[in-house]
T-cell receptor, first 114, second 111 residues
Framework: EAGVAQSPRYKIIEKRQSVAFWCNPI?????LYWYQQILGQGPKLLIQ????????DSQLPKDRFSAERLKGVDSTLKIQPAKLEDSAVYLC????????????FGPGTRLTVL | LAKTTQPISMDSYEGQEVNITCSHN???????ITWYQQFPSQGPRFIIQ???TKVTNEVASLFIPADRKSSTLSLPRVSLSDTAVYYC????????????FGTGTQLKVEL
């Protein structure tokens, strides 16, 4: 079975620029998660979708971050404008059901903001 | 959110058994305990999950005492390839207590 796909794998931008990340979850997985992982820390949940609806976005900096999951499959996470502190790895994960079901993670996108 | 506490790092040698203990004093009745493994430049990978007593799969065992305030991940006969960060998470199926990653335990296995 194909895993979670993410692109791009690496991105370097200047502060105040915009950037978007794409995620394609495992087929049939209704739940999709976006995490931010800063170097040396564990992943921090930014947003959780159930199908195409948002279940939890309590830790998403909504003034600059946005995410959507049109048609309940692929998802896009956008940052506009980026700040230096947004430098991190952005991980996408999916699971068949929410919460305690096994989450399958993609390889992540490493973002560097200069 | 159920808070977990793990050692920051552990060292071991190939062939040894490694036990990583996680403390979760405020675990709720509906919470499950889940462990993930993360290698550098990769996303975390599910290892094992349990609710009480002992769970064993092909890669690890999970020991949970009766009070469930802690749990121990046991890795039998580790190899160099087990060098990774191990995360203990606590959360429930209903979404009331979401799975939250802590800082994890960096396990280093040497020859």
């Amino acid at each position: 079975e194909a895993g979670v796909a993410q692109s791009p794998r690496y991105k370097i931008i200047e502060k105040r620029q915009s950037v978007a990340f794409w995620c394609n979850p495992i087929s049939g997985h209704a739940t999709l998660y976006w995490y931010q992982q800063i170097l040396g820390q564990g992943p921090k949940l930014l947003i959780q979708f159930q199908n195409n609806g948002v279940v939890d976005d309590s830790q998403l900096p909504k003034d600059r971050f946005s995410a959507e999951r049109l048609k309940g499959v692929d998802s896009t996470l956008k940052i506009q404008p980026a700040k230096l502190e947004d430098s991190a790895v952005y991980l996408c994960a999916s699971s068949y059901r929410p919460n305690t079901d096994t989450q399958y993670f993609g390889p992540g996108t490493r973002l560097t903001v200069l | 959110l159920a808070k977990t506490t793990q050692p920051i790092s552990m060292d071991s040698y190939e062939g040894q058994e490694v036990n990583i203990t996680c403390s979760h004093n405020n675990i709720a009745t509906n919470d499950y305990i889940t462990w993930y493994q993360q290698f550098p430049s990769q996303g975390p990978r599910f290892i094992i999950q349990g609710y009480k007593t002992k769970v064993t799969n092909e890669v690890a065992s999970l020991f949970i005492p009766a009070d469930r305030k802690s749990s121990t991940l046991s890795l039998p006969r580790v190899s160099l390839s087990d060098t990774a960060v191990y995360y203990c998470l606590v959360g429930d199926t209903g979404g009331g207590n979401k799975l939250t990653f802590g800082t994890g335990t960096q396990l280093k296995v040497e020859l």
